[in-house]
């Protein structure tokens, strides 16, 4: 009886935040660099639930796509050739995907996007790294000897604890009071004790912005899964 209540609890406080905000997520960008195609998805972060989800061509036109969200989601974009960019959206937002003169692609739109760029130029290659080490591990690339396997676990374990934490950090750091900084807490998912260290260091008005529902939502998901499969 307790556990169904403390995760009838959770679950409310969710449908609450999501009732708490509101407004229109603007996405716009020619995709350069991708090939052939994009699938943009749009996903609920408190139900994991698709909002949206279309393919889009390249052809060096302007794309342009406007959601009702009523809460802070994820927002992803995926290439044929499986690369996906997981970003965070925003309600009231505007995302602009653009290439610079040395053909990197940058995010751009509203102030959120703007800095939330800045954050991502350092953290993306080692977000790549993981991804890469992980379907290592997940035998994406071929079966691998026992001695392998340890090796790209521990490939993976440093790239987690030792660099991606360390950067995440310094950023929030650097600017605790940003809505940005707040948003990249959602890395951390499912990893309660680093989402709560990480949370500490920003101002109370950027813990209490929309851009910190995505790291509350998946903290709160966590402790849900946690008390319907309690450790042995």
């Excluded at 708490?20 to 139900?47: I, P």
């Excluded at 393919?55 to 342009?64: K, L, S």
């Excluded at 802070?72 to 960019?85: E, I, M, N, Y």
């Amino acid at each position: 009886m307790l556990k169904k209540l403390l995760i009838t609890m959770l679950m409310g406080m969710m449908t609450l935040g999501a009732l708490a905000q509101g407004g229109k997520f603007t996405v716009k960008g020619t995709f350069e660099g991708r090939k052939d195609s994009v699938t943009l998805e749009l996903v609920d972060v408190n139900s994991w639930k698709t909002i949206a989800k279309e393919t889009r061509p390249i052809t060096g036109e302007m794309h342009e796509l406007t959601f009702d969200l009523n809460d802070a989601g994820l927002f992803s974009v995926t290439d044929v050739k499986g690369l996906t960019t997981v970003l965070p959206a925003i309600p009231g937002e505007t995302l602009l995907f653009y290439q610079n003169d040395h053909k990197v692609t940058h995010l751009g739109g509203s102030q959120f996007y703007v800095d939330y760029d800045e954050a991502q130029q350092t953290i993306e290659p080692i977000l790549l790294g993981l991804n890469e080490c992980n379907k290592h591990l997940s035998g994406e690339f071929g079966s691998l000897t026992w001695d392998e396997y340890n090796l790209y676990n521990m490939l993976c374990l440093r790239l987690y604890n030792d660099v991606l934490i360390n950067e995440v950090h310094n950023y929030i750091k650097a600017h605790p009071d940003q809505d940005a900084a707040a948003a990249l807490i959602f890395l951390f998912a499912y990893d309660t004790m680093e989402i709560e260290r990480a949370a500490a260091m920003l101002t109370e008005r950027a813990r209490n912005s929309v851009a910190a529902n995505l790291y509350k939502a998946v903290n709160k998901q966590t402790v849900v899964r946690n008390i319907e499969s309690p450790a042995d």
